[in-house]
């Protein structure tokens, strides 16, 4: 429940940070690292697996993986980091 909770609260921020460009294109991906697919290439099948916003430009970005995986900062969204990982950093 309380993951529900703060999911919810995660998936909120991002709507909104991008609904007035708190977001910025270099802070987004363009495709689910978990499995390698592209926004571009996915179908609507694969699109639904993932969880999808989009910038006032127009530019989708995933905000959850296909595994769950959360691609935005929480910190840039003014909430907790946790154990959230950078994957824009090469381990």
Excluded at 44 to 54: C, D, F, Q, T
């Amino acid at each position: 429940m309380i993951l529900d909770i703060l999911l919810a609260e995660y998936l909120h921020a991002v709507a909104k940070a991008a609904k007035y460009g708190k977001i910025l294109l270099g802070q987004t991906i363009d495709g689910c690292q978990e499995c390698g697919q592209q926004i571009v290439d996915m179908t609507p099948g694969e699109k639904a697996l993932h969880v999808l916003s989009e910038l006032p430009g127009g530019d989708e970005f995933v905000v959850l993986g296909c595994e769950g995986y959360r691609y935005v900062d929480p910190e840039l969204l003014g909430l907790p980091r946790g154990n959230w990982q950078d994957w824009q950093v090469n381990d």
